[in-house]
């Protein structure tokens, strides 16, 4: 089992910067794609950015291109999300993800945090 805690959440005023964290436990993080995900309310869940288990690879949905980056830790099971030049509309809660396997993907994750809130006042 795989656990994941979201870190790095707060309220931020629009032109602001964040990074959000994401520590897993176990020992085959390496071993896992990441992804951050995010909710709004009233909105489907979503997915942000996604980066294979070396770090090779990443991906970014259109919103955040250019603004956010994901990046990842190995030696530290740890994945960020650096989001920089935020936007009102950036509000949402935002997941953690990790999925077996080390493919790049934006679907069909296996595990999930329990969130953290960002907020973006204009």
């Known amino acids: 089992q795989v656990q994941l805690v979201e870190s790095g959440g707060g309220l931020v005023q629009a032109g602001d910067s964040l990074r959000l964290s994401c520590a897993t436990s176990?020992?085959?993080?390496?071993?896992?794609?990441m992804g951050w995900f995010r909710q709004a309310p009233g909105k489907e869940r979503e997915v942000v950015a996604a980066i294979s288990w070396s770090g090779g690879s990443t991906y970014y949905a259109d919103s955040v291109k250019g603004r956010f980056t994901i990046s990842r830790d190995n030696a530290k099971n740890t994945v960020y999300l650096q989001m920089n030049s935020l936007k009102p509309e950036d509000t949402a809660v935002y997941y953690c993800a990790a999925r077996v396997g080390r493919a790049l993907t934006t679907k069909n994750y296996d595990y999930w945090g329990q969130g953290t809130q960002v907020t973006v006042s204009s």
């Open positions: 176990g020992r085959t993080f390496s071993s896992y794609t």
